[in-house]
Nanobody
Framework: VQLQASGGGLVQAGGSLRLSCAAS????????MGWFRQAPGKEREFVAG?????????YYADSVKGRFTISRVNAENTVYLQMNSLKPEDTGVYYC???????????????????WGKGTQVTVSS
C-alpha cells in the first residue's frame, strides 16, 4: 500500500491550500481515510477523518472545524484536504492515513492508522 501526499507549501496567514493523497494497493473505497499533522517538537495530532464508501461521515479536530474540509473521490483513489483561513499554528508536516480494516473508522488516535503517507510540509507565515 502506498499513500502519496502532495500540495503543501508556504502560504501567508489567511490563505488557502489543498492537499491531495493518492492511494494504491488496496480497495480504496472500502477504507476510511484521514489527515494528521505534526508540528516541530510536538506529537502527531488528528486533523480530519472521512468514512469509507461515499464519505458521508466527516469529522474534524476542533482547531480546524469550519476552516478545513476533507473529501474523497473513489474513482481517483484520492482523498483531499481543503484548508482555508490558514493560521501560523497550522504549520507542520501533514500526513494522510488509511484505516486498519475495511469499514472501520479512523479515530483521533494515530494508533487507529494502518498506513501513513510520507507527509507534506505546510508552512503558514504571519
Amino acid at each position: 500500500v502506498q499513500l502519496q501526499a502532495s500540495g503543501g507549501g508556504l502560504v501567508q496567514a489567511g490563505g488557502s491550500l489543498r492537499l491531495s493523497c493518492a492511494a494504491s494497493g488496496r480497495t480504496f473505497s472500502s477504507f476510511a481515510m484521514g489527515w494528521f499533522r505534526q508540528a516541530p517538537g510536538k506529537e502527531r495530532e488528528f486533523v480530519a477523518g472521512i468514512s469509507w464508501s461515499d464519505g458521508g461521515n466527516t469529522y474534524y479536530a476542533d482547531s480546524v472545524k469550519g476552516r478545513f474540509t476533507i473529501s474523497r473521490v473513489n474513482a481517483e483513489n484520492t482523498v483531499y484536504l481543503q484548508m482555508n483561513s490558514l493560521k501560523p499554528e497550522d504549520t507542520g508536516v501533514y500526513y494522510c492515513a488509511s484505516a486498519y480494516r475495511q469499514f472501520e473508522p479512523i479515530s483521533r488516535s494515530p494508533s487507529s492508522v494502518r498506513y501513513w503517507g510520507k507527509g507534506t510540509q505546510v508552512t503558514v507565515s504571519s
